[in-house]
């Protein structure tokens, strides 16, 4: 793919698509964790002598980290000690002045690309080079610079479309999460064990199915709210989660143990919440209205144990409620039997990554990135729409 090298960004007007979708605090609505909007200075750097106009969504409409991006331009401006404009619009009038009124060396970021309706869609890339957002705003661009590697799966109009119409390269981070993951994948072995947690059930069952039918998961342990899909699937939890299209997706667990029964590890024992205190527990033990909050002991004795085994192990997406002191031991415990373990690894997603940098365990890892459900994917070996987008550009613009 063509990277930032390839251009000479001089008094170009650049849009740059990155991934500042952070952890927001449910109750103050800030940002919990920046390490999102740290990683897109690297990029910013190096177009410092462009107009550059910075767009990224944060959260999911309807969800409690939807919010505006006013914070996250704080939050920049902060980290780069210099002023970063910004405008409460994202394809509107504004946005469009905003855009018009930059000089070269100006940052301008739009509000969450998620407020306009077509940025939470999937298109065709021909269809997304049709939409209102890509054909308002890529006149003003010479160049769409695409550093979003955690949104890399989503073929979203701010990801497929601009590339169709106008020149694109890959920023920083996507160039590097690339290269090194393409670098650890030749050498990868078996067995690989894949760690997954997270809230984002759906895509994960989706992500799964592909792993293993692709070789690359020939153990999957399971953690966090997953784990619970999949316990109550084994009818080891009796109760409702009380999840989104909880009965689909327990279905879909119950298929995928049926056909794969020897892959899936369930946690064994757990903890809960009881007026705040962490109460260890058999997973038969469980009551209707206890609160799971992270793995017991057990548990992660019998994951480390297939850790330690392991030739590859990839692991995403915490393992309870780790912000809770209490609940953070499945997480940390997990994190460090990874750091520790002989085999090529793996540490993704936001929350994960910043506890492991906390514990001082990311020296430890081969390759750490903030990027959940995308990574899952890519290591499944398909091709995603980011990076289709971004060779079919490099087709396309090389020459000119
Ligand atoms: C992520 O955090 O995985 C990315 O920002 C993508 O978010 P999404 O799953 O809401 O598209």
Known sequence: VLTLDDFDLKGMTVFLRVDMN??????????????????????LQSLKEAKVVVASHQGRVGNNDYTGMDKHAKVLEKLMNRE?????????EAAQNAIKNLE??????????????????????????KTIMVSRLSKFFDLCVLDSFPSAHRSHPSIVGFPQVIPACAG????????????IMTVAKAPHVIVLGGSKVPDRLEAIRLLIQ??????????????????????????PLGIKREDEVVAKAHALIGEYPDVFATPVDIAIDKDGARVEMDVREIAKTDKIYDLGPKTVEYYSK????????????????????????????LLDSVANSMATTIVSGGHLTSVLKRLGLAEKINHVSTAGGALVLYLTGEKLPMIKALEEAAKKYRSK
């Open 22 to 43: 952070c952890p927001i605090d449910p109750d103050t609505m800030e940002i919990s964790g920046t390490k999102r909007i740290e990683e897109a200075i690297e990029t």
């Open 84 to 92: 970063i404009k910004y405008v409460e619009d994202t394809i509107g």
């Open 104 to 129: 070269d060396g100006d940052i301008l970021l739009l509000d969450n690309l998620r407020l306009c309706a077509e940025e939470n869609y999937e298109f065709t890339p021909e269809n997304a080079a």
């Open 172 to 183: 920083r981070i996507v160039e590097r999460e690339v290269r090194n993951l393409d670098e």
């Open 214 to 239: 692709n070789g690359r998961a020939d153990h999957v342990l399971l953690t966090g709210l997953i784990a619970n899909v999949f316990m109550r699937a084994q009818a080891r939890i009796k109760s």
């Open 306 to 333: 297939l850790i330690a085994g392991a030739g590859t192990v990839f692991i995403s997406g915490p393992a309870g409620f780790f912000e809770k002191e209490n609940f953070s031991f499945g997480t940390k415990a």
